[in-house]
């Protein structure tokens, strides 16, 4: 039995103002190879990636900035 390593990240994210916007940029992470899940928190400006395997943070921040939004950091 393989076990699958879950990694997690989390991201805080300027410029979202809707749930359209969250919705935007789950989609964008979503897309990502080795993106299993992501869940945007509008309120805190945040959003919570599952890995299934190691995303760069640049590629996970050049995705949210293409969708439109910028990346404060990610951890």
Known sequence: IKE???MTKTMM???MSCGHCS???EKALSALDG???AAVN???K???IS???DVAD???TKAVVDAGYEVVSVK
């Open 13 to 15: 994210i300027e410029g």
């Open 58 to 60: 640049d590629v996970l």
């Open 35 to 37: 993106v299993s899940s």
């Open 42 to 44: 509008l309120e805190g």
């Open 23 to 25: 919705a935007r940029v």
């Open 4 to 6: 699958e390593n879950i």
């Open 51 to 53: 890995l299934s395997k």
């Open 46 to 48: 945040s959003a919570k």
